[in-house]
């Protein structure tokens, strides 16, 4: 990709500026998020579960459901596609906590095995299919365990590692892969001007940027927490507008590494999507009840006993919610083979799309960038399932909704053809190769969108 020529709009480049400025302010707004956040994820799971009938707006445990899974999740992956990772940089309690304790830690230097590439995608699958086990979304013990646990590692790891860096936020935390992605669609980024900065005759202090971008070099908006504290850094680096398609559409091979194109296609879309969709596959309930009568014909009932704790499988007896050792057992199948079957067809035809478009540069990663916006679509219609199921149960129901999930789907689809057009129309191939390679992401999309049609149509 070339780099990028500063050209924003005064205000933009202004509102950079005021972030550096007024870095009080953020660190308040940082402090205050992390209150509300201890508060939401520990008092819950101190309080016993919701009476029957009891509703959001006096139930804290329901309340603190409705926050954290109903709004703030949707709520974040939305923001990564319109501002970046500015949630990061300004919001997130658990990178605002590492890098506090970063800044007051031991500041040992970060060892190799940390900084493997390989772990945003590892940490995302372990957490969303541990999630499932444990029904994160449900219960606040699940929900403290999961998040809380987290929070602590990422201290632990600012603690050793400095300093004043975001460790923990750059390499292990398991949704940083995945805002990486998604940030890459930002209309607004913070753009480096390499001239300018090269020009520069004066030798400023060096920016502490807390994720550990090398920023004289910074060509994407994935690693960037935007905190705007390099805005104006050398007179070269300004907050700025751009085509949310500019990355992708303009990605080679080298702007995309192969964990990030495995966790796209094995996590976002494989993994995730069958995560969101087991309590309603027809398959999933077939497939456990076939295991089950097997069992019982066989004398065998270890694993239809429900003795697991809740750590490691959903245990509520007084909700009547317990998972047997084959319904975790059954979870963890489904979740893992249909995510990886999706995912190895994804990933097949994406090997032949690069293979029809036969470019140097150009390969099965940079191919399957342009199915971020389906990821991207298909995550927030998943995490936005349970802020509908909550608001049925308080007698709220949007008659529009199958409308809605249907335009953001084709939405979705359309963003990812048009992109794949565009790194097609680049190759400048003959049209049939142009046509081959573009069907290869024609044909994600359009299995994508069967299973949600599946999902909210069918059952
Ligand atoms: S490059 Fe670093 S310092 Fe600059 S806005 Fe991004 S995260 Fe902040």
């Not at 860096?165 to 292990?172: E, G, H, Q």
């Not at 507008?241 to 996590?267: C, D, K, Q, W």
């Not at 065998?300 to 809740?310: E, I, K, M, N, T």
């Not at 992109?419 to 081959?436: D, E, G, K, M, Y």
């Given at each position: 990709m070339a780099h990028s020529k500063v050209s924003s709009p005064p205000l933009l480049a202004r509102l950079g500026d005021a972030m550096r400025r007024h870095r009080r302010i953020i660190v308040s707004v940082q402090w205050t998020v992390a209150l509300v956040y201890g508060i939401l994820i520990v008092v819950p799971a101190l309080l016993p579960l919701p009476p029957r009938g009891a509703a959001i707006l006096?139930?804290?445990?329901?309340?603190?459901?409705?926050?954290?899974?109903?709004?703030?999740?949707p709520g974040v992956i939305a923001s990564m596609l319109l501002f970046g990772r500015a949630w990061c940089g300004l919001f997130c309690p658990e990178g605002a906590l590492s890098e506090?304790?970063?800044r007051h830690g031991l500041q040992k230097r970060i060892p190799r095995m940390i900084r493997w590439p390989g772990w945003p995608f590892v940490a995302f699958v372990l957490t969303t299919v541990y999630g499932q086990l444990i029904s994160v979304y449900e219960y606040p013990k699940a929900a403290l365990l999961i998040l809380g646990g987290s929070t602590i590692a990422a201290m632990a790891i600012g603690f050793l590692y400095g300093p004043g860096?975001?460790?923990?936020?750059?390499?292990?935390c398991p949704v940083s892969g995945v805002f990486g992605l998604l940030a890459r669609l930002s209309p607004v980024h913070f753009a480096v001007d390499r001239k300018v900065w090269d020009s520069c005759a004066t030798r400023p202090i060096a920016v502490n940027c807390a994720p550990l971008i090398d920023i004289k070099h910074m060509q994407s908006a994935s690693q960037c927490h935007a905190c705007g504290r390099c805005s104006g850094h050398r007179d070269a680096v300004r907050l700025a507008?751009?085509?949310?398609?500019?990355?992708?559409?303009?990605?080679?091979?080298?702007?995309?590494?192969?964990?990030?194109?495995?966790?796209?296609?094995?996590?976002m879309l494989g993994i995730a999507l069958a995560a969101f969709q087991w309590t309603a596959s027809p398959l999933f309930v077939r497939m456990k009840q076939a295991v089950a009568e097997w069992l019982i014909a066989h004398?065998?009932?270890?694993?239809?006993?429900?003795?697991?704790?809740?750590?490691?499988?959903?245990?509520?007896?007084?909700?009547?919610?317990?998972?047997?050792?084959?319904?975790?057992?059954?979870?963890?199948?489904?979740i893992l083979g249909i995510g990886l079957a999706l995912g190895g067809l994804i990933h097949v035809c994406m090997l032949m799309g690069a293979r029809f478009a036969k470019t140097p540069r150009f390969d099965w990663k940079s191919l399957a960038l342009t199915l971020v916006p389906m990821a991207a679509t298909s995550l927030f219609i998943?995490?936005?399932?349970?802020?509908v199921t909550l608001l049925r149960s308080e007698g709220i129901v949007f008659a529009w909704m199958p409308y809605a999930r249907a335009s953001l789907l084709s939405g979705g689809t359309l963003w990812s053809m048009w992109?794949?057009?565009?790194?097609?129309?680049?190759?400048?191939?003959?049209?049939?190769?142009?046509?081959?390679t573009w069907l290869c992401v024609a044909l994600p999309c359009a299995v994508i969108d069967a299973a949600w049609y599946l999902v909210f149509f069918v059952r």
């Open positions: 006096t139930n804290l445990t329901l309340f603190a459901q409705f926050v954290f899974w109903g709004i703030w999740w506090f304790a970063s860096k975001r460790v923990w936020c750059r390499y292990l507008a751009r085509s949310p398609n500019r990355e992708i559409a303009g990605a080679f091979s080298e702007n995309v590494s192969t964990p990030e194109g495995l966790l796209l296609v094995y996590g004398d065998s009932f270890f694993l239809l006993q429900d003795s697991a704790p809740w750590w490691l499988l959903t245990h509520y007896p007084e909700a009547g919610d317990s998972f047997t050792w084959l319904d975790g057992a059954s979870i963890l199948g489904y998943g995490l936005t399932m349970l802020t992109l794949a057009f565009r790194q097609v129309a680049a190759t400048r191939n003959p049209i049939w190769r142009s046509c081959l």
